[in-house]
């Protein structure tokens, strides 16, 4: 049997089972094809780059390094991740402009954590922990901007574009991969890994946000966008830092091998 005509057989099988679902299961089926593609794809990522650390860097420089990238996460609970289930729903309400607002509230938002960030600055400079004082610099500066371009990614869902959604969300893995992949081989300098990584997130994040924009079709601005997302963040502040605090607390605790 050839590809063309098993996928001639699948579509027939899937159109005949709409009557009794009645639901589009020819568009459901491409949907979860493209969701579970770049779950995969993401998953085996994350999973070659957690061998590249385990075998690349010392146990003491990779727990310090997940000690950062789990604080940075907490303190990046002030950019309001919920904004982007808000934009999601907005932009399948039809308000796709609502797309500039949620991304410059979640900045505005974000320099808060960055207020933040700087009292670690403060800690450690005074505690004369220079690596780790450096380390944090680099967090305040970027922390308004690494997780809030995601907000692409919510777009492309509310316009059930599941395609160019998992196809941008791999890309963007792999061009932040990349660079952290030829950091690992030349150094295992804290600062310089950390460095590597915020700068490559941000900017493969913010590529796909730029062309996402340039891809608008309206301007319309859903009032309840911003509050909505507000809403959201709210009322998932509990569970992001049970999801993350581990790090921080085993790297207190216990120090730098155990998070490793």
Known sequence: MSI???????????KWSQKYTQTDMVYLAHG???????????????FGMA?????????????????VLSTSILL????????????TRSVAKGFEGSLIPALLTRMKWGILGSFLTLGLVLYYGVEGNSA?????V?????LPFKSSFSVYQAYWQGK???DLFSKYAIFQELLATVPMLIALFFTDRLFLIVLTYFCAQTAASALFYFLTQHRLSNHSHDPETVSYGKHIS??????????NCTDVILWHLLGPVPVA
């Open 4 to 14: 063309l005509s098993l996928k001639q057989q699948i579509l027939r099988l899937l």
């Open 51 to 67: 061998i590249a650390f385990a075998n690349l860097l010392p146990k003491e420089t990779y727990g310090a390094y997940k000690y």
């Open 32 to 46: 979860s094809f493209w969701m579970m593609l770049r779950q995969f794809t993401t998953s085996l990522i994350a």
């Open 160 to 162: 059930q574009r599941f």
């Open 132 to 136: 780790l004082t450096t380390v944090f």
């Open 234 to 243: 709210y009322s998932g502040v509990l569970f992001a830092v049970a999801n």
């Open 138 to 142: 680099f967090v305040a500066l970027f």
């Open 76 to 87: 990046a609970i002030t950019t309001l991740s919920g904004m982007n289930t808000s934009l």
